[in-house]
């Protein structure tokens, strides 16, 4: 498992900021990311979802992508009705 440190290594609460590889990325591209990246899994299966904090968006376009995938197909959190 390796951690990717964007921008920022922790927010104002003194919070760690990272992408967690579960394997060691080769490229770091989206296809890869939603592989091997947990951040991108967790948003893609609708377990968690999207929160940015500048200036860390590496991935933010890919999180937002995965996470209205997960919406659309009512999965996770997105499964739970009203």
Known sequence: MDLQ???DERDRYGRLLAYVW???PATGGAAEARTKMLNA???????????TVP?????????????????T???GLWAIGP
């Open 5 to 7: 440190i964007d921008l």
């Open 22 to 24: 579960l394997s060691p």
């Open 41 to 51: 899994v967790l948003v893609e299966k609708g377990y968690a979802m999207v929160l």
């Open 55 to 71: 200036p860390n968006i590496a991935y933010v376009d890919l999180f937002v992508a995965l996470q209205l995938e997960a919406r």
């Open 73 to 75: 197909a009512g999965r």
